[in-house]
């Protein structure tokens, strides 16, 4: 029998290889959808959803398009209370008589509720468009959710904000068990 250097069978050896490139292969799957989702334009939307958190980069964003007239509404998603991006927080949300604008929290305070919360809006209000703005690695799931929760037509953009390293690993593996979550755990809607 045929042997390799550390004296394991050519077989199982050629095994093993094929298994680790598998393994590769599945961590490298989501770097694209992650890190280079399909780009879309802003087309003009009966509402703007800005998901959490609700970041300067994503509400900067947002206000602008309201000011080009892409839509008159805007949801911002993000927590009553705590440290960052909460409501009290947000100068957007603090606006006095600005109708335009509705900060709430989605329940369940996820990617999935956050869509759903847009959805019993879009009911309220007859609303069947909407902009919805992230950031580029959540892109692609924001879409996996918008098409599966939202019956209206949506286009989910990115805020380009830039990441630098350790965010971008970080937001890899998130992403990573984010979208595993939305395929065996959660593959309905909130």
């Known amino acids: 029998m045929n042997a390799t250097k550390d004296n394991r069978p050519v077989g ?19 770097v694209a959808p992650i890190f280079a989702p399909l780009r879309a334009a ?26 080009e007239g892409l839509s008159e509404r805007l949801i ?5 209370y705590g440290s960052g991006h909460t409501i009290p927080n947000i100068e957007l949300c603090a606006r006095p008589g600005d109708r335009r604008i509705t900060c709430k929290q989605a329940v369940p305070f996820t990617t999935q509720g956050e869509v759903g919360m847009l959805e019993q809006q879009a009911g309220k209000n007859g609303w069947t468009s909407a902009i919805i703005i992230t950031d580029t690695p959540h892109v692609t799931r924001a879409r996996l959710y918008a098409e599966r929760c ?15 390293v350790i965010e971008a690993v970080d937001e890899y593996w998130y992403q990573t068990g984010a979208f595993a979550k939305a395929f065996l755990v959660t593959p309905g809607c909130a």
């Open 12 to 30: 199982q050896q050629s095994v093993l290889s094929l298994m680790i490139i598998a393994v590769v292969m599945l961590m490298l799957a989501p």
């Open 76 to 80: 911002v998603s993000a927590a009553h």
């Open 150 to 164: 939202f019956t209206g037509t949506t286009t989910v953009i990115s805020d380009e904000a830039r990441l630098d």
């Open 42 to 67: 802003p087309v003009p939307a009966d509402v703007i959803l800005v998901l959490g958190p609700a970041t300067d980069s994503r509400l900067d964003l947002a206000e602008r398009l309201l000011n």
